[in-house]
């Protein structure tokens, strides 16, 4: 039997509507060019294709075409806001804010800054996870040059009030970059009005291809961050390298797929896929929820079980559930979550901790039955006869 897929937030398969547009710009009949080709109609194609790309992006966004550059993916465009504005203003002070649970394309960047004799604040989060607007407000000093926190937590699924977080910011002048990979798809964002200069995406997260990933830069964000990446000058020079049509019409056309209230309908439909999953869990005793207590996107639900032996746990569910422990970009090694561990859950707990995210082609039925399936198993697990055979 395949296991159920419920790993959204480590990726999303590619939507049929997406695959489609990508596989019209490969080919020697189709738009294929170099963007850059400025002497040949192939070339004009390709560069309509990108431009189109970048304004469905840009709908999504509520922002301008001009303050999107394209990148690899989030992972690099957040190497490029926070080195980038580092670098920028390293003349006006040495004093950057973020938190120790960021994704590690967040945290590796400040240490590696860090190394490099920036000073860095590592906000404590709350217990739920989001940082507290207070705690960044002691943390601002007049040598601060750049915040960066996440909108939507990927293990978590908690979201940080970015609207408060970014006036702090404001009022501060400091930069303020947000890693946006789990927030794209998830929640309106009005990027005309939310107080942030720079945030991140990623297109894999969206239903669209991986590979490709956009850095929204903020019109009025000056200096702008230094191109961390050198060559032909392209995306007005903050991102050389021949620009991947096929990608970019694709994360334009996951975009776009979130139009005419599409995204409030997914909204809803996480919603109810979180909910018949909880149901089919039960009254099973002995689950923790991770990041109780505050605003949520309903895509992701980590939770922790007592009495059970993570890695029991793990390979028991894995013939039936395609699920995530900590976040998939660790998994490699057979510590816990480091961000469950400096949110002060004991060990053992965090090493039972399962996410499951749930997306756009989840139905309501299956994932009410795997909760309910989990719930045996977890409580089968436990029982003395299964710890004997
Ligand atoms: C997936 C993810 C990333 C990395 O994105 P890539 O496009 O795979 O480089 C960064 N931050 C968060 C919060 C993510 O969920």
């Known amino acids: ?94 004093h950057l804010i973020t938190s120790p649970i960021e994704h590690k394309a967040v945290v590796d960047c400040f240490k590696v800054l860090e190394a490099q004799g920036f000073e860095v604040s590592w906000l404590e989060p709350e217990p739920s996870g989001v940082v507290a607007p207070e705690t960044l407000a002691a943390a601002l000093r007049s040598d601060t040059i750049l915040v960066s926190l996440m909108a939507v937590h990927n293990e978590l699924g908690v979201k940080n009030d970015l609207a408060a977080l970014g006036a702090l910011c404001r009022d501060a002048g400091v930069p303020f970059h947000v890693d946006g990979a789990q927030a794209l798809g998830k929640m309106a964002l009005d990027l005309s009005t939310l107080p942030v200069d720079l945030m991140s995406f990623s297109g894999h997260k969206v239903y669209g291809p991986k590979g490709i990933g956009a850095l929204f830069v903020n019109r009025g964000l000056n200096p702008p961050p230094v191109a961390q990446m050198h060559g032909g000058g392209h995306e007005r020079g903050l991102r050389s390298g021949t620009l991947p049509t096929h990608q970019i019409a694709g994360f334009g056309a996951a975009a776009a797929c979130y139009a005419d209230g599409a995204l409030e309908a997914e909204l809803l439909h996480l919603e109810a896929c979180r909910e018949a999953f909880l149901r089919g869990l039960g009254a099973l005793p002995g689950v923790h929820p991770l990041g109780a207590g505050a605003p949520t996107m309903p895509g992701i639900l980590n939770l922790a079980f007592d009495g059970v032996d993570g890695e029991t746990l793990q390979m028991a569910v894995a013939s039936e559930l395609a699920c995530s422990s900590g976040s998939a970009c660790n998994s490699v090694s057979v510590e816990p979550s480091f961000v469950l561990t400096a949110l002060g859950l004991p060990r053992a707990l965090a090493f039972s901790a399962l996410r499951f995210s749930f997306g756009r082609f989840t139905t309501v039925a299956e994932v009410e039955g795997a909760g309910a399936w989990l719930a045996e198993r977890v409580a089968s697990l436990r029982s003395p006869v299964a710890v004997s055979s």
């Not at 303050?67 to 957040?78: I, K, M, P, Q």
């Open 1 to 94: 039997m395949t296991p159920l897929y419920l790993d959204y937030a480590a990726t999303t398969p590619v939507d049929p509507r997406v695959a489609e547009v990508m596989g019209q710009h490969l080919t020697l009949d189709g738009v294929f060019a170099n963007p850059a080709s400025r002497t040949h109609r192939y070339g004009w194609d390709a560069e309509e294709a990108v431009e189109l790309g970048r304004s469905q992006l840009a709908t999504l966004l509520c922002c301008d075409v001009r303050e999107l550059v394209f990148t690899s993916g989030a992972t690099e465009a957040n190497n490029l806001a926070i080195k980038g504005m580092a670098e920028a203003l390293a003349g006006r002070g040495r």
